[in-house]
């Protein structure tokens, strides 16, 4: 790939070859953790309680950080550095005040909605009202702190300082087994919660001293100032554009779910234990995305500089973005059809050895099937994203992001009638095709229309 690294920079693949592994050790320690709850705690309605509100947390990181203001600081980070580093320094400061102030308001309100609807699903979970309310808390308590650390993130990936927030990531699902195993006997359900919490104030306490250093800025500077500034009116403007299409973007799984439902009992399960595998691939990928997106962001403000002493280039990131698909193409194509010959095999490896019978398991190959066939659009367009994101075109995101809202419900009432439960599989693989064309087509003509 094209890399636009200063001396002192790696490139593209150097930051690839580096984080993608480490990341990859963080993702398996979350799920060590999933491994470590299933055999200390189960099953029970305590757990199901607990699991729900962990949704609901891991959704509002999503929603308020994740897909939203991590996504829109950093190219706009990257852009104020591109001006000089007093200006980056004024970016952040501007921005982490006001986020700082409005972010946990928002988790407070959508928890106590959350509490709301929860009360039609668990009116008694076997726990104290005393205990609900911990719990509760802890899990607002998780969000916020999880919010802060995304937007510490932001800040180093937009420095290219890759390593020291994927390391901290892996050393938190220590912490977070040894605080279970220690806490449980005397905390029981509190210990899961309170957890979580230590494992995000541990990556904030590294995190937040890096960011200083980096952007030569003491704790003092960071103090609370909601004057508005440019930067804070565009970095909220630009979070609710990404926040309405991360939030259309999690309703599809539901409507999926639920859609489904309709179809008799398993349905649902065969679903998820389909896309459980169809993620692998999308895992090994993801890790990558946040390198691009900083090293895009980086290449999209140096060209929005250049273009304003001299006529308009443009064509180094295009060059970039292009190589990127090509190599995802060479390295996931034959993955992904030695993943569909094999499909049958991995899930009776995987998924054979318990209650599932053979005729369940062949059911599953087939929806697995059907899904492979729409996930290398779905890399690609997960790659074109960030390159729209690194030059702010959050519209084009956001749309996408709608016509597939609007049209999934449509085919799958269409392709359910015909093909029953294949035909949601269906309709996630078709829609993938001309999701990927637009998005494609709009970041051509946004990079002819850069060098035009």
């Known amino acids: 790939m094209s890399n636009n690294a200063s001396p002192t920079e790696p490139s593209i693949l150097k930051n690839v070859l580096v984080v993608a592994p480490l990341s990859l050790i963080g993702r398996a320690g979350t799920f060590l953790i999933y491994i470590a709850l299933a055999n200390w705690f189960g099953d029970p309605a ?7 509100y962990w949704g609901i947390a891991s959704f509002l990181i999503e929603l308020l950080s994740a897909a939203s203001a991590y996504s829109v600081l950093v190219p706009l980070l990257a852009k104020a550095r591109a001006k000089g580093e007093t200006e980056a320094q004024q970016c952040v400061q501007s921005i982490f005040s006001h986020y700082i102030m409005t972010m946990p308001w928002l988790c407070c309100l959508l928890v106590v909605i959350s509490w709301a609807i ?20 802890g899990f607002l308590c998780f969000s916020i702190i999880a919010s802060v650390r995304w937007m510490l993130k932001a800040i180093l990936d937009t420095y290219q300082a890759f390593q020291l927030p994927v390391i901290v990531q892996g050393l938190r699902a220590a912490i977070v087994i040894a605080t279970i195993y220690l806490c449980q006997p005397s905390l029981t359900w509190f210990s899961i919660p309170l957890a979580l919490i230590l494992g995000e104030l541990f990556q904030v306490i590294v995190l937040f001293p890096r960011c200083c250093a980096i952007l030569n800025l003491q704790a003092r500077h960071l103090k609370l100032n909601l004057q508005e500034t440019p930067y804070t009116k565009q970095f909220r403007h630009q979070c609710l554009l990404m926040m309405g299409a991360a939030m259309a973007d999690g309703i599809n799984p539901v409507v999926d779910r639920g859609m489904a439902s309709t179809l008799g009992t398993s349905s649902v399960s065969k679903l998820d234990y389909a896309l459980r595998l169809c993620a692998i691939p999308e895992t090994l990928t993801n890790v990558t995305l946040p390198v691009l997106l900083s090293h895009w962001a980086k290449i999209s403000s140096s060209e929005s500089q250049t273009e304003n002493d001299s006529p308009p280039n443009g064509t180094q990131l295009q060059r970039s973005v292009w190589q990127g698909v090509l190599v995802l193409l060479v390295l996931m194509v034959p993955f992904l059809t030695g993943f569909y010959l094999l499909r049958e095999n991995i899930v009776s490896v995987l998924y054979g050895r318990g209650e599932l019978s053979e005729a369940g398991q062949f059911h599953i190959a087939s929806l697995l099937g059907i899904y492979l066939l729409g996930t290398l659009p779905r890399l690609m367009s997960r790659l074109l994203i960030r390159a729209h994101l690194a030059r702010q075109a959050h519209k084009t995101v956001v749309t996408a992001t709608l016509i597939r809202l609007l049209l999934n419900p449509i085919l799958n009432g269409l392709l359910m009638q015909y093909w029953g439960l294949e035909g949601v599989a269906w309709s996630t693989t078709l829609l993938s095709y001309p999701i990927l064309a637009y998005i494609a087509i709009a970041f051509w003509r946004g990079s002819k229309k850069r060098t035009s």
Do not use: H, K, R
């Open 46 to 52: 305590e757990m199901d309680f607990i699991y729900y």
């Open 118 to 137: 929860s009360q039609l699903f668990f009116p008694n979970a076997g726990l104290a009202p005393t205990t609900t309310i911990g719990i509760v808390c």
